[in-house]
């Protein structure tokens, strides 16, 4: 952490620079047109402005460069932190469970339920490693299988099950789906992947007891809208495209109380890029909360 901090502080020196610099400039620049325009210097006047702009310029695309790297650090930084979180956590359970029936006879009934404690942590483990090692193959996911039709209703009550399995919670009490029969050609595993990173977020940001309405609606053009409206606080209006970008996560790591990396909606944005599809965000209608609107290329279902 003490890392992390470090280096978002030695940005601050190519700012005040530039700035400093940029303000030399226009300066010097004012000085140059006043005083060959006194001297009637015309042909001096022109280069010298045309240089001093160029400067300018120059000055303004590194400014520029300079906060887009500084944002990308923060990103970087609180990926760092939200990783090293997520890994500790599953792997401090893990043994402390194994040191408990280490060192106290326990009855069958608690082995079993420590057993299957430690077998979620596993699978908490192993999904994090997983979607860290997606990332940097998003172009090749799912390439080892053919496109195909893929009915889409059976397919998102699935990634609904996943989602509230890794949450504990109980499909059928949070989930409503209104879907319209459609069908999309794509490889299953890019579409599964989708639509369980939203509805895990779906889940994850949620009220305390989340609600979640997926409606499924197919378009002219052969488009189809899957609309995956939560009951969560919503996504301030400033955070709606940034929350597609690789790291991003709003606020502070250490004040974060939803576990997570930064990853997921990326992964979500570069596959339906890749499906030649849109997301999009924005607030319900009704209440609060957001809704995530996917719109893939697909047709109809007989």
Not at 31 to 44: C, K
Not at 53 to 65: A, D, E, H, K, W
Not at 146 to 167: G, I, V, Y
Not at 171 to 187: Q, S, Y
Request: include cysteine.
């Amino acid at each position: 952490m003490a890392f992390s901090l470090r280096k978002r502080g030695t940005l601050h020196l190519p700012i005040t620079l530039s700035v400093a610099l940029m303000t030399l400039n226009i300066a010097l620049m004012v000085i140059w047109i006043v005083l060959f325009a006194q001297l009637d210097q015309y042909p001096m006047l022109t280069i010298g402005t045309i240089a001093f702009s160029l400067i300018l310029v120059g000055l303004s695309i590194y400014m520029f460069l300079t906060i887009k790297a500084i944002r990308l650090n923060r990103r970087q930084a609180n990926f760092v932190d939200s990783v090293t979180h997520e890994l500790k956590t599953p792997i401090a359970s893990l043994q402390l469970y194994l040191e408990t029936l280490q060192m106290r006879s326990l009855t069958p009934e608690q082995c079993a339920n420590f057993y299957g404690i430690m077998e979620t942590q596993l699978q908490r483990l192993d999904g994090l490693i997983n979607q860290l090692l997606e990332v940097g193959r998003l172009d090749a996911i799912g390439h080892q299988s053919q496109p195909e039709d893929l009915l889409l209703e059976p397919l998102l009550r699935r990634c609904a099950s996943t989602a509230c399995t890794n949450h504990n919670q109980d499909a059928d009490k949070i989930f409503t789906f209104d879907v319209a029969p459609a069908i999309v050609n794509a490889r299953r595993m890019v579409v599964e992947m989708i639509f369980g990173n939203l509805f895990d977020n779906a889940v994850k940001y949620g009220a305390e007891r989340p609600l979640v309405d997926v409606e499924v609606r197919v378009k002219d053009r052969g488009r189809v809208v899957v609309k995956i409206s939560d009951n969560g606080q919503g996504v301030p209006v400033e955070h709606r495209k940034k929350i597609f970008k690789l790291f991003y996560r709003g606020g502070n790591e250490l004040e974060r109380t939803k576990k997570g990396t930064g990853l997921g909606l990326y992964i979500v944005r570069t596959l339906v890029h890749i499906l030649k599809g849109k997301i999009s965000v924005y607030d319900r209608a009704v209440g609060s909360g957001s809704v995530f609107e996917v719109e893939l290329p697909g047709r109809a279902a007989a």
